[in-house]
Antibody, heavy 119, light 107 residues
């Protein structure tokens, strides 16, 4: 079965860049029937979808407008994983971050990474 | 963005009760509505997709209905493991958006 394993730092300083990775087992990041998402959750914002990457003969990305100027989601086919980069962090970016699989419904989730933005 | 509004925000119920949670979209989303529940410290888990289709492995006491803007999740007979927070999510358009959650607590 498909499993997602997240990795990355839990503490990041303001103005710096958050980098998280989601390693895929049981499926391929290049699957032409999947999409790979990043979602975050905080008490103030609830569950917030940040963006996704997917392959349909070529690579596509979609991003939430709220983070569009600061976010990059990249696939890494050599390692069968995908990553999140979020730059210019502020304390408002403090949240639990999840990766997930799903085009329509998100049926597989990573374990979550607690990210705190603080000096 | 499509706004998703759930009601109630919280709900107290007993084991064996029948419970219904509603979700309303700010515009028609046809049947592109999914339901999740989340327990403390865990990731959300998919229960229902496409408004009424039961995800594999999910007990049949969970059911979903609705189309357009109004949707419901029903749990026919609450079990102890069902006490959690429930979320709806639309997959009609980008960005994907979630409801604010309904916390189901033990009475």
């Amino acid at each position: 079965q498909v499993q997602l394993q997240q990795s990355g730092p839990g503490l990041v300083k303001p103005s710096q860049t958050l980098s998280l990775t989601c390693a895929i087992s049981g499926d391929s990041v290049s699957s032409d029937s999947a999409a790979w998402n990043w979602i975050r959750q905080s008490p103030s914002r609830g569950l917030e979808w940040l963006g996704r990457t997917y392959y349909r003969s070529k690579w596509y990305n979609d991003y939430a407008v709220s983070v569009k100027s600061r976010i990059i989601i990249n696939p890494d086919t050599s390692k069968n994983q995908f990553s999140l980069q979020l730059n210019s962090l502020t304390p408002e970016d403090t949240a639990m971050y999840y990766c997930s699989k799903g085009v329509v419904a998100m049926d597989v989730w990573g374990q979550g990474t607690t990210v705190t933005v603080s000096s | 963005d499509i706004q998703m509004t759930q009601s109630p925000s919280s709900l107290s119920a007993s084991v064996g009760d029948r419970v219904t949670i509603t979700c309303r979209a700010s515009q028609s989303i046809s049947g592109y509505l999914n339901w999740y529940h989340q327990k403390p410290g865990k990731a959300p888990k998919l229960l229902i997709y496409a408004a009424s289709s039961l995800q594999s492995g999910v007990p049949s006491r969970f059911s979903g209905s609705g189309s357009g803007t109004d949707f419901t999740l029903t749990i026919s007979s609450l079990q102890p493991e069902d006490f959690a927070t429930y979320y709806c999510q639309q997959s009609y358009s980008i960005p994907r958006t979630f409801g604010q959650g309904t916390k189901l607590e033990i009475k």
